[in-house]
């Protein structure tokens, strides 16, 4: 009769041991890959009527640091205005100045500085004006320096 007893236990253990171990690989190889996949994507530029894209750009050895660069959407390779880039940078597009034209805004992504497996030195947000029309253009309006994502922030004070 106790030998059932503890057999039971044991097959309750190792069916709970196997179990967390599977929800630790979904985690891991499923879960993990695909908010990465959500949060690392870019919403589309609203001036592509306008002729105006966002070029991304992982110049090091990681995609740690993101280039956003202002291009025509018909050649990549024409430069509408100065890149753009930090630490895990991100592009959104909303009316900061409320004129009723959107603005471009690169910045570190709060969460990914955070809770990301490397720090970040280089936590910038950046607010590019877009001027379309017949000779558009894009240049930046502001640059800030993201103190409390930084790393070193105690060394720039």
């Known amino acids: 009769m106790n030998m059932r007893i503890v057999d039971r ?5 190792g069916l709970a041991f196997v179990g967390g171990f599977a929800l630790v690989l979904v985690y891991l ?4 890959p695909i ?5 690392d994507s870019d919403p589309t530029s ?6 105006i894209c966002f070029a991304r750009d992982l110049p090091g050895a990681t995609s740690r640091f993101a280039v956003y660069t202002p291009v025509r959407c018909s050649d990549m390779t024409s430069q509408m205005g100065e890149s753009v ?15 009723g034209v959107d603005e471009a805004i690169v910045e570190s992504s709060w969460m990914r500085c955070t809770f990301g497996g490397s720090s970040c030195s280089d936590a910038y947000q950046y ?7 017949q000779d558009p253009a894009v240049r930046v309006v502001k640059q800030t320096y993201l103190e409390d994502l930084s790393d070193h922030a105690d060394r720039v004070k």
Do not use: S
């Open 9 to 13: 236990i044991m097959l309750w253990l």
């Open 29 to 32: 190889f499923v879960f993990v």
């Open 35 to 39: 908010m990465m996949g959500i949060f």
């Open 46 to 51: 609203p001036f592509v009527k306008d002729h």
């Open 85 to 99: 880039g930090a630490d895990y940078a991100f592009i959104r597009f909303e009316d900061v100045d409320k004129d």
């Open 127 to 133: 607010i590019l004006k877009i001027t379309p029309g």
